[in-house]
């Protein structure tokens, strides 16, 4: 470790790698189920690169695919490990998943909204939803054949802030919040268990440029990394209608240009990639409070972006969109949530851009 200065168990869907994990990580293996995988998607080349994890938390190439001339700013994966979802300029890829392999295999009918320019993506937790941010300013929302991985429109787009950048479900699927870069603030919408429709709750403010968004296992915290003034913001979720509160004293300062955000699946620590100092701030969350505190600063590749804990809450990666394309792995100490370096960097497309996991984001 360098260092410079979701209760899960009841959600079995969301853990495809392994059991429920007792910590923030954890110190062994995986389990059963299928193989585990991490996918990113990179500008220049226009690609999604796959990876298998290994027990020890080291990424193997399981296949490249190209998206030729659509630029990629985001993917999701579903928690079951069937689909992946590529946010493009030139509409929603869709892919199904090797249980086996962990290779990408096009869906039929991919892209969807070709149209459209989407800025980000994201997938419910019962896999039935996918909603995308478009850079014109609404949210698209998507039912998803649970067979095919094929998406089917839900209702009109819906009116968001300026040009929204991160988008994030709750962990119990009520609640949808959308990261606004240009309007700088947090739109907040309840969504229709039933038909995935969403309805607008608010708009609540946020610090300057905020990027990535987070939910606490529980659905009751909110985190927002905001790249213009250096700092996340928390803010408390009401049970019932969805809306936002700051907690006391958020924001709370991170690295320079924070980017992706990251939740440890017992909701004790959170995770923020940060741009503009190639390092990984940790802090650790209270659990009453929601307030952070700084753990410790991790170092990154150049210009790390996107950031996912795989599902058994063991290891962390980050995104490294300069110095040629790759990606930090780190095994994620339980008692406290420090970050140990894998001790090697795996390669990437040349920009990596985004990077996931099952139900990560």
Known sequence: MTTQSLSWCLLPVLLVAAGCPSGGGGEGGFEGGAVPVAYVVSSGPNEVK????????????????SLTTDVPSSI??????SFAFVATNGGIYAF??????????????????SASTFNAVTVSPNNRFLYAANNNGTI?????????????????PIAA???????????????????????????AFRINGTTGALTFEENETAGTSPSGVAVSPNSTLLYVS???????????????TGALTPVLNSPFGAGTTPSGVAVSPNGSFLYVSNQGSNNVSVFSINGTTGQLSIVETDSAGTAPSGVTIEPNGQFLYVSNGGGGGNVSGYRITAVNGELVSLGAVFPA?????????????
Do not use: E, K, M, W
Request: proline share 4%; charged share 5%.
């Open 50 to 65: 796959a990876y298998t994890i290994g027990a020890a938390g080291t990424l193997a190439d399981a296949g490249t695919v």
């Open 76 to 81: 999701a994966v579903s928690s079951n490990g």
């Open 96 to 113: 199904t998943i090797s249980a086996v392999t962990g290779a990408l295999t096009s869906v039929t009918g991919s892209p969807f909204s």
């Open 140 to 156: 698209s929302g998507y039912g998803i054949n649970g067979a095919t991985g094929a998406l089917t429109v839900v209702g009109a």
């Open 161 to 187: 802030g300026t040009t929204p950048s991160g988008v994030a479900v709750s962990l119990n699927g009520s609640f949808l919040y959308v990261s606004n870069q240009g309007s700088n603030n947090v739109s």
């Open 226 to 240: 905001n790249q213009g003034s250096n700092n996340v913001s928390v803010f408390s979720i009401d049970g019932t």
């Open 349 to 361: 497309g040349a920009t990596p851009v985004g990077i996931a996991t099952p139900g990560r984001p």
